[in-house]
């Protein structure tokens, strides 16, 4: 890859970002300096305070009586990075220092234990453009939790934010109780109140979780989601090999083999999977006016995050530039556990230049459910693996989009870097 090439698709980037940034003028949250001069700082969110919150009023069933308990001021600036998103998985053991977690054994299962509140807070999601978001732990999307099937995950979920929220997993729950939704159990919870969830990780797959109050689409579309990743368990795996396949006909002991490999690969606790390049990839929109459409789109929030910024033409980033591709090592096997949480919107989409890749629905089979394909598209909570090998292509950059041409050019567009 020459200079020339790096410099184009900066070029393209920055067109994109500048257009993007321009069409907010005026928008609530939009910094003016930036819009007007350029200038790549974060700031006048008290721009958008009014406005968001007036939009947040109508129609809202969980009441907005609670003061100024909240914490607007408390997380911002806490400089949520989407590269170290990507790559940061949550298993009670490593994480993120905002996710307290831990990990013991009760009762012969392993417990992995995670403290969640949820805050009021400002996010980034393209230069000079903050959005009055509602965070799980101050981020968006929320921290991803990670666990092995079987497992019991424990979320003490503390309600700092000024609205009525609930954790809702996308998981097989068998307790109403734990649903996380406004008629079970604890019913919705409101600023100041806490409740321990409890879920047995299952089944093995990428998922969810949500505030489930009302109304439902603003508390989805202003941040109150992530994802869940469970691993297969391999000897599970080898007794049920039946429940992993999209597959009926015989299950041959190499077969069974196959199958229990793959699940290795997927486990975080197998050394096999230490070999795969692994990535979280939530891709999400914001109604940065209230009018019901969605004016910026991204993966892990950040607008062209992972576009081409300045460089230095040798594989070399600029100091400080948070604009970069995604850099992978083209001999590794790549794994993106991709989620579409956008509102507004029913579909969106993963697109892939120059290459195909095998995709996983909800990562819940060991076997592909679509082979050799460069476009997938998810529904809205719609989720699943996508495996790429980039190891027979020539270094360089390598684009991979929403191919709702729309999407692309509002934010969500990206490079993988393979070096
Ligand atoms: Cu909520």
Redesign the pocket.
């Known amino acids: 890859m020459t200079q020339t090439d790096y410099d184009r698709a900066a070029a393209v980037t920055e067109l994109l970002e500048d257009r993007l940034v321009g069409s907010l003028a005026g928008d609530a949250g939009v910094d003016r300096r930036t819009v007007l001069g350029g200038i790549g700082v974060a700031g006048s969110a008290a721009l958008g305070i009014g406005s968001t919150r007036a939009g947040a009023t109508p129609g809202h069933g ?1 009441g907005n009586d609670h003061g100024d308990f909240g914490t607007v001021d408390e997380y911002r600036g806490s400089g949520f990075d989407p590269h170290e998103f990507l790559t940061t998985f949550n298993t009670g053991e490593d994480g993120q220092e905002s996710v307290p977690q831990r990990v013991y054994e009760e009762d012969g299962r392993t417990v992995r234990e995670f403290e969640f509140t ?1 805050v009021d807070t400002t996010i980034t999601i393209a230069p000079g453009v903050e959005f009055e978001a ?1 965070a799980f732990n101050g981020q968006v999307p929320g921290p991803t939790i990670r666990a092995v099937e079987g497992d019991l995950i424990r979320i003490e979920f503390e309600n700092l ?1 000024r ?4 954790i809702h997993p996308h998981l097989r729950n068998l307790s109403p109780e734990m649903d996380g939704v406004p008629q079970n159990g604890p019913g ?1 919870l409101d600023t100041g109140e806490s409740f321990t969830y409890e879920w047995i990780a299952r089944p093995a797959g990428t998922h969810l979780y949500h ?3 009302l109304p439902l689409k603003e ?1 989805v579309h ?1 941040g ?1 989601y992530g994802t869940v990743v469970v691993d297969p368990d391999p000897e599970r795996v080898a007794e049920n090999p039946r429940e992993y396949v999209n597959y009926h006909g015989p299950i041959t002991d190499e077969f069974r083999d196959l199958l229990v490999e793959e699940a290795r690969t997927r486990n975080h606790e197998h050394a096999e999977n230490d070999a795969v390049n692994e990535m979280v990839m939530v891709m999400n929109s914001f109604d940065t006016n209230f009018d019901g459409e969605n004016e910026v789109y991204a993966v892990n929030t950040r607008a062209f995050a992972y576009g081409v910024g300045e460089t230095d033409g040798k594989g070399g980033w600029r100091a400080g530039e948070t604009k970069r591709p995604i850099r992978i090592d083209g001999t590794e096997r790549q794994r993106v556990y991709l989620a579409n949480t956008t509102e507004f919107d029913f579909i969106n989409s993963f697109h892939t230049h120059s290459q195909f890749f095998d995709y996983y629905d909800h990562g819940t089979t060991l076997l592909p459910t679509s082979k050799n394909v460069d476009t997938i598209m998810q529904t809205q909570a719609q989720r699943g693996i996508v495996e790429l090998d980039y190891s027979d292509h020539r270094p360089g950059l390598y684009m991979f989009h929403a191919h709702q041409s729309e999407f692309a050019e509002l934010g969500w567009m990206s490079f993988f870097e393979v070096i």
């Open positions: 969980d949820a509602w934010g609205h009525a929220h609930t919705v505030c489930h109050s508390h202003r109150l």
